[in-house]
């Protein structure tokens, strides 16, 4: 359960960030149509803007940024989808703990 509440803080926080900030969380293809953003475009884009707007520096996301390609990361986007769709993908206590560790410095700058 809190790996599944982990993931949606995630992502409600991050789209909160952003339609307090007016970055679109929505993106047109070539073709016309128009898309949500995934979770993990959407982390990186927000990472960005708090970086850019003085909330701290590259280095303070480094775990955030890594651990979005890195499918061994607790905060590995696809897994944090399998806690959610996957009844045989369960954490670890120490997973949990290491992803709010990682990630505490973007909550701080979401929410601020």
Same mark, same amino acid.
């Given at each position: 359960?809190?790996?599944? +509440? ?16 007016k ?24 990472v ?57 410095? +973007?909550?701080?700058? +979401?929410?601020?």
């Amino acid at each position: 359960a809190v790996a599944v +509440l982990f993931r949606v803080f995630l992502e409600l926080s991050v789209d909160f960030y952003m339609d307090k900030n007016k970055i679109p969380t929505t993106v047109t293809n070539p073709n016309g149509h128009t898309h949500d953003k995934n979770l993990k475009n959407k982390v990186r884009e927000v990472v960005d803007r708090l970086i850019a707007a003085g909330e701290g520096a590259k280095k303070d996301y480094a775990s955030v940024e890594r651990g979005l390609d890195d499918t061994r990361s607790p905060l590995s986007i696809d897994l944090l989808n399998a806690y959610v769709h996957n009844r045989f993908t369960t954490p670890k206590d120490r997973e949990l703990l290491a992803s709010w560790d990682d990630a505490r410095r +973007l909550f701080e700058g +979401l929410w601020k």
